[in-house]
């Protein structure tokens, strides 16, 4: 029989004050006839990882500062695959507190916040929905929506928030600033990405559908054909069909 080492005898057991091998021991204990150890091994890697990428060093956060998990702009909302980002927004800043103390209204301040938490988190490559503003503020969805489109109206931009950057719900803002500044401004479609902080690709398909409702709207201004001739969904001609009657292009 082979004499077990001193040095194991002595150290081996150490090792249970780490995480890895605590994980371990309480998969082999709490479930020991689903995981073999080579199993057990990879579940306990995947959740140390999984903790890592949600869990950054918090000593970056400063004052004012919060740790949220954002959807990953690579991914839908509606998505049975979505993954999330962890990023840093700042919730409230020393430049707020300088403009509620020269008289600024609460309300401009708190806009200007929403705006700034989308904006860090597009630049960290996560997108905000109006109920991750309306949880981070203690608000409605409505509200954050509503504070939102304030900005966006004040300052004539389009900030990146999930119905903008993966055309969710019912947001039409930003198709209609799009074909707004394409067709009317005849602005390159490059520029216009950028501008409205959106893919080369959304815009190019905004532009191709609004002009294939335009064409069938000459030929017959019914919904209905549309949507048969188009195949572009309902709600979605009904947006172009309002821009066109309006003329608001």
């Known amino acids: 029989m082979i004499k077990t080492?001193?040095?194991?005898?002595?150290y081996n057991a150490a090792k249970h004050r780490f995480l890895r091998?605590?994980?371990i021991k309480f998969f082999a204990r709490e479930f020991p006839k689903f995981f073999g150890p080579i199993m057990r091994e990879r579940i306990v890697d995947e959740l140390l990882d999984l903790f890592e990428k949600t869990s950054?060093?918090?000593?970056?956060?400063?004052?004012g500062q919060i740790l949220w998990n954002a959807l990953d702009i690579k991914t839908r909302g509606d998505s049975p695959n979505r993954r999330y980002v962890p990023?840093?927004?700042?919730?409230?800043?020393e430049e707020d507190i300088k403009q509620l103390a020269n008289g600024?209204?609460?309300s401009v301040v708190a806009n200007h916040a929403i705006a700034r938490m989308m904006r860090e988190a597009f630049e960290q490559g996560a997108v905000l929905s109006n109920r991750d503003m309306g949880l981070l503020t203690l608000r409605t969805p409505s509200y954050a929506a509503r504070k939102r489109i304030e900005y966006e109206k004040q300052h004539q931009c389009l900030?990146?928030?999930?119905?903008?950057l993966h055309d969710m719900g019912s947001c039409i803002s930003h198709k209609k600033m799009i074909i707004q500044k394409a067709i009317f401004e005849k602005k390159d479609p490059a520029d216009v990405a950028r501008e409205c902080q959106h893919t080369q690709r959304a815009v190019d398909r905004y532009l191709k559908d609004f002009h294939r409702v335009k064409t069938?709207?000459?030929?017959n201004q019914s919904m209905d054909y549309i949507h048969i001739v188009t195949g572009i969904s309902k709600h979605v001609v009904k947006q172009y069909m309002e821009m066109i009657e309006h003329a608001e292009f």
Do not use: F, N, W
């Open 104 to 106: 600024i209204s609460m």
């Open 21 to 23: 091998p605590i994980l």
């Open 56 to 63: 950054p060093d918090i000593r970056r956060i400063k004052p």
């Open 5 to 10: 080492p001193d040095s194991i005898k002595r």
């Open 87 to 93: 990023v840093i927004l700042s919730v409230i800043t």
């Open 216 to 219: 069938a709207y000459k030929q």
């Open 159 to 164: 900030l990146p928030h999930t119905g903008l």
